[in-house]
């Protein structure tokens, strides 16, 4: 069974940093692109970052604009696990983080596609 487990969340204060791991069992992370979701209150899911394996046997991976240049996604295919690494975090990447799995193709930061989540995890920014 196709499970995905997130941990690493907690609370940080802003300029702060956190590691977001996504521990996957059940598949071989070889052939699915992963990403990271986000939904804080009131507001909609959005797409954070996520990682792919190309046909060229490289990563592909992608950021939101709001991310970008702070958040780094990566992946240990022997470990089964893709981290988020979370640099100068703000009061505004208040949310839960979740990881989803979507089998082959590049990733993309909508949610379509992706049919595996985990439970996700909270993240808070606050002095």
């Known amino acids: 069974q196709l499970q995905l487990a997130e941990s690493g969340g907690g609370s940080v204060q802003p300029g702060g940093s956190l590691k977001l791991s996504c521990a996957t069992s059940?598949?071989?992370?070889?052939?699915?692109?992963i990403a990271w979701f986000r939904q804080a209150p009131g507001k909609e899911r959005e797409g954070v970052s996520c990682?792919?394996?190309?046909?060229?046997?490289?990563?592909?991976?992608s950021y939101a604009d709001s991310v970008k240049g702070r958040f780094t996604i990566s992946r240990n295919n022997a470990q089964d696990t893709v981290y988020l690494q979370m640099s100068r975090m703000k009061a505004e990447d208040t949310a839960v983080y979740y990881c989803?799995?979507?089998?082959?193709?590049?990733?993309?930061?909508?949610?379509?596609?992706?049919?595996?989540w985990g439970q996700g995890t909270q993240v808070t920014v606050s002095s």
């Open positions: 059940g598949f071989s992370l070889h052939y699915y692109a």
């Open positions: 989803a799995a979507k089998r082959g193709g590049l990733c993309g930061l909508g949610s379509v596609g992706y049919n595996y």
């Open positions: 990682i792919s394996r190309t046909a060229a046997s490289t990563y592909y991976d």
